[in-house]
């Protein structure tokens, strides 16, 4: 596709509720990665795909998110049992075959928990 | 403990005017230094990437600076656009494998007419 598409752009969910948010990278590019950007501060680091592996994690705040990129192409970032604490802009962004490459972001999924 | 800090955090400057946004980092070990646009409910667009050797990058009316030695780095808008008001968000990336990337908080730019 021409960018990083995501949807759904935005979710409202029930305290307690499983989302499920996906990711459609720019085609070709190799390198995956999800972001979590709290309300007027920057992006952090969630997780990294390389193809359909997962090389890093480590930005995942707890065992309720999961990530996953099957295919090496689509990812899917799934947060069960929703807390308000979650609430938050949800970024995608891919690049080329060069992990050290510039980076495409999508428009991101904005996460409401009630 | 990896981190960039942005000043100041937000700033409002009048149609046609310069600005100077600050960047000071705490990154080991440093790959490059990145430079994103962020429009209201959209996601970032790179502006610039510096990597060590380079001291000066120009995009259009930005011009980056990196100083490595006291790890700071400067984004300057001349003649400021309306369409300049947005999120300036400077990223530092760790070298080792991948784009791991540090986040800065964003200094909130307002063009007024």
């Known amino acids: 596709g021409a960018g990083v598409s995501q949807s759904p752009r935005y979710k409202v969910a029930k305290r307690g509720q499983d989302v499920a948010l996906r990711c459609d990278p720019i085609?070709?590019?190799?390198?995956l990665f999800w972001y979590q950007q709290a309300l007027g501060q920057g992006p952090e680091f969630l997780t990294y795909?390389?193809?359909?592996?997962?090389?890093?994690k480590s930005g995942l705040p707890s065992d309720r998110f999961f990530a996953e990129r099957p295919e090496g192409s689509v990812s899917t970032l799934k947060i069960q049992r929703t807390q308000q604490e979650d609430s938050a802009v949800y970024l995608c962004?891919?690049?080329?075959?060069?992990?050290?490459?510039?980076?495409?972001f999508g428009e991101g999924s904005r996460l409401t928990v009630l | 403990k990896n981190q960039v800090e942005q000043s100041p955090q937000s700033l409002i400057i009048l149609e046609g005017k310069n600005c100077t946004l600050q960047?000071?980092?705490?990154?080991?070990?440093?790959?490059?230094l990145r430079w994103y646009k962020q429009d209201t409910g959209r996601g970032p667009v790179s502006l610039t990437i510096?990597?060590?050797?380079?001291n000066t990058k120009s995009n259009g009316r930005y011009t980056a600076t990196l100083d490595a030695d006291t790890k700071q780095s400067s984004l300057h808008i001349t003649a400021s656009q309306l369409s300049d008001s947005a999120s300036y968000i400077c990223?530092?990336?760790?070298?080792?494998?991948?784009?791991?990337?540090?986040f800065g908080a964003g200094t909130r730019l307002a063009v007024h007419p």
């Open positions: 510096m990597t060590f050797s380079e």
């Open positions: 085609s070709g590019h190799v390198s």
């Open positions: 962004a891919s690049s080329w075959d060069r992990p050290t490459g510039e980076l495409f």
């Open positions: 990223v530092v990336s760790t070298s080792g494998g991948y784009n791991k990337l540090i």
């Open positions: 960047c000071n980092y705490t990154v080991s070990p440093f790959s490059n």
């Open positions: 795909f390389q193809n359909e592996a997962q090389l890093d």
